[in-house]
């Protein structure tokens, strides 16, 4: 009976070791994300990682940035004005889908009549008025369309170019 239960304490003992392993190559592999977690509840933060499915992923889970994600962004609605001697209006609505979006860059692309791009207009949040909290905006700008241009996209991206 002594010796059914010395290596009852041997195989829990290992078990504990095992485990502990296991934790600490978990720790190791997850420490980034476990230091950001821990950091953003200390901080008061509790803005969630989005995660987005994507097409063609075959069911992986991809994991979108905490704040400026371009994917909860979207532009409608465009409108141009009649055209004067300082340039033509043009309005769209701008919503923010997400929770943790600033204000983004806006790249407005002019098109000539076969619809292809001739020259792109980027303008920074400093460039357009807008209000303080950033969800659905209603945003206007001037452009100075050159003759050849006949239509025009817009885009909102975060960076340097979209």
């Known amino acids: 009976m002594l010796a059914n239960e010395s290596s009852l304490v041997k195989r829990a003992v290992n078990m504990l070791i095992l485990c502990a392993v296991f934790m600490a190559l978990g720790i190791y592999v997850f420490r980034t994300e476990i230091a950001d977690t821990a ?4 901080a008061g933060n509790d ?11 075959h ?4 994991l979108r940035p905490e704040r400026n994600d371009e994917a909860f962004l979207r532009v ?3 409108r141009s004005g ?12 701008l919503v923010n889908l997400g929770d943790a979006n600033d204000f983004p860059n806006i790249a407005v692309v002019m098109m000539g009549a076969d619809g292809r791009p001739i020259r792109q207009v980027l303008f920074s949040p400093a460039d357009y008025t807008h209000d303080s909290q950033f969800g659905h905006e209603r945003i206007e700008l001037l452009l100075q369309p050159r003759a050849s241009e006949r239509s025009f996209t817009v885009h909102a991206f975060y960076g340097e170019r979209p």
């Open 39 to 42: 950091l953003d509840s200390f």
């Open 59 to 62: 069911g992986k889970l991809v």
């Open 82 to 93: 009649s055209p004067s001697s300082i340039g033509v209006p043009v309005s769209f609505d």
């Open 76 to 78: 409608g609605a465009l």
């Open 47 to 57: 803005v969630a990682i989005k995660r987005k499915w994507l097409p063609g992923t």
